[in-house]
């Protein structure tokens, strides 16, 4: 599921990726209506599996109903990415 975060983040923050490492994916800091600044991080778990954690801003307080869609889009993106598995 990892494997798909970078182009979940673009797909739903509208942004290119900027910078992606085995535990960290961000995307360019949004410019303009309808983009988000996206960023996820993957954390081990004691088990040793581990949980993708991700957050979307558009800099302004009266679009955070929007950040909260972008997030439910981003986890059934990645979550239907890893369904085959």
């Known amino acids: 599921m990892w494997t798909s975060v970078p182009e979940a983040l673009e797909a739903v923050s509208g942004m290119r990726v900027r910078l992606s490492t085995d535990t960290?994916?961000?995307?360019?800091?949004?410019?303009?209506?309808?983009?988000?600044?996206?960023?996820?991080?993957?954390?081990?778990?004691?088990?040793?599996?581990?949980?993708?954690?991700?957050?979307?801003s558009c800099g302004y307080a009266y679009c955070a109903p929007d950040e909260l869609r972008a997030l439910d889009g981003f986890n059934k993106y990645v979550t239907a990415s890893g369904i085959g598995y």
């Open 24 to 56: 960290r994916v961000e995307t360019f800091n949004a410019t303009g209506a309808g983009r988000f600044y996206g960023v996820a991080t993957k954390k081990v778990q004691p088990d040793g599996s581990y949980l993708i954690v991700a957050s979307f």
